[in-house]
């Protein structure tokens, strides 16, 4: 079964630094390319980040850049977010998904269920 | 940016209905343009990519159409389980936005 499981969610202070991983399982990891999507509570979803497969090229929200990294290694079947200089703006429920090529675009077809980070003090 | 305004934010509707959510964006976006449900406490599902295109195992009661700027999400005979939260997205252009949602309640 083709599964995203994200773990690394948690509370941190205002400021503070967190690492979130998704690892996948049930398909061929390194063929595809990954996102970070997150819902702040009471709020839609919000586009974070995006790796190609391969990894030698990434994309980010303004809101995020220069505070996240996104990365992978596709030897262990892992999507990471480094995410520092953390705030309040930050909390939400952070979800991974996958991003293959369907009729030339790049929806996001296999979700996780999600990690939750609260940024407060 | 390509902003995405997605109308109505909610709607209330009975079983057998049928529902239309449209999602306007600020540019054109040839058919890059796809449709998610999401549940509370559940992950995001694919319904619609690439404008119409049904995903795998998705029922025939949804369908998606429109082009350039306008798109729209059509639920024919809706049923109790598609209650939820409904979003558009582009992936024409990074960064890959969402629209920001249309709650479906049952009555």
């Known amino acids: 079964e083709e599964q995203l499981l994200e773990s690394g969610g948690g509370l941190v202070q205002p400021g503070g630094s967190l690492r979130l991983s998704c690892a996948a399982s049930?398909?061929?990891?390194?063929?595809?390319?990954m996102t970070w999507v997150r819902q702040a509570p009471g709020k839609g979803l919000d586009w974070v980040s995006f790796?190609?497969?391969?990894?030698?090229?990434?994309h980010y929200t303004d809101s995020v850049k220069d505070r996240f990294t996104i990365s992978r290694d596709d030897s262990k079947n892992t999507l990471f977010l480094q995410m520092n200089g953390l705030g309040a703006e930050d909390t939400a429920v952070y979800f991974c998904?996958?991003?293959?090529?369907?009729?030339?675009?790049?929806?996001?077809?296999?979700w996780g269920q999600g990690t939750l980070v609260t940024v407060s003090s | 940016d390509i902003q995405l305004t997605q109308s109505p934010s909610s709607l209330s509707a009975s079983a057998g209905d049928r529902v239309t959510i449209a999602c306007r964006a600020s540019q054109p976006l040839v058919s890059y343009l796809h449709w998610y449900q999401h549940k509370p406490g559940e992950a995001p599902q694919l319904l619609i990519y690439?404008?119409?295109t049904l995903h795998i195992g998705v029922p025939s009661r949804f369908s998606g159409g429109g082009s350039g700027t306008e798109f729209t999400l059509t639920i024919n005979n809706l049923q109790p389980e598609d209650l939820g939260n409904y979003y558009c997205q582009q992936t024409y252009r990074f960064p890959f936005t969402f629209g920001g949602g249309t709650k479906v309640e049952i009555k």
């Open positions: 690439s404008t119409s």
């Open positions: 790796i190609y497969n391969g990894g030698a090229t990434t």
């Open positions: 998904a996958r991003n293959p090529v369907l009729d030339g675009s790049r929806p996001a077809d296999l």
């Open positions: 049930g398909f061929i990891f390194g063929s595809y390319s």
